[in-house]
C-alpha cells in the first residue's frame, strides 16, 4: 500500500505542479517584462530559456 500511495501522489504532484508551475512562470514573466520583449523580440526568444531555469 504504502509504494502505491508514494506512486499516486507522486505522479499526481508532479504532473500538477509541472503543468500548472510551467505556464504561470512563463505568464509571470512575459507580464513583467511585457514592454522589453516588444523592442526587443529576438532577445527575449533565444533568452526565454535563460528564465525558465531562474
Do not use: A, K
Amino acid at each position: 500500500m504504502g509504494s502505491r500511495e508514494w506512486g499516486t501522489r507522486g505522479t499526481r504532484g508532479q504532473g500538477d505542479r509541472g503543468t500548472e508551475g510551467v505556464p504561470i512562470t512563463n505568464y509571470l514573466l512575459p507580464i513583467t517584462h511585457s514592454p522589453l520583449p516588444i523592442p526587443h523580440s529576438p532577445f527575449p526568444i533565444p533568452h526565454s530559456q535563460i528564465p525558465v531555469f531562474c
